[in-house]
């Protein structure tokens, strides 16, 4: 994967978040079209984009906003307050990320 390929999905979750308050609908569509690209593509989000969709409801998830988060028993549980959709992650530890670099 080449570097900037990532950030494609960073600026299109952020471009989807900026669209959410003015619509949600359209800012939906966007996710959607995000996943339908990834999938084309098949390139691989990057994990604070994919932690921040909602899998039940495709809303860019925005923190205090649609979003809410608390922990609890080592994980993190993350509420998207536009479907109820629930999910859970477990706190990451900070290691670091074991990429094979080929040399
Ligand atoms: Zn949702």
Known sequence: MKPGEKEV?????????EVYSESRDYARKMV??????????????PAEVK???CKNCNSPLIPGR?????????HIIFL???C?????LPYQK??????KVNK
Do not use: P
């Open 66 to 74: 649609n979003l809410r988060i608390r922990t609890k028993n080592r």
């Open 32 to 45: 959607a079209e995000m996943l339908e690209f990834r999938r084309k593509s098949r390139l691989a989000f």
């Open 9 to 17: 999905f960073r600026e299109w979750l952020d471009e989807a978040r």
């Open 51 to 53: 932690r921040f969709i």
């Open 94 to 99: 900070k290691t670091k990320k074991q990429e």
């Open 80 to 82: 998207c307050t536009d």
């Open 84 to 88: 109820k959709h629930l999910f859970r």
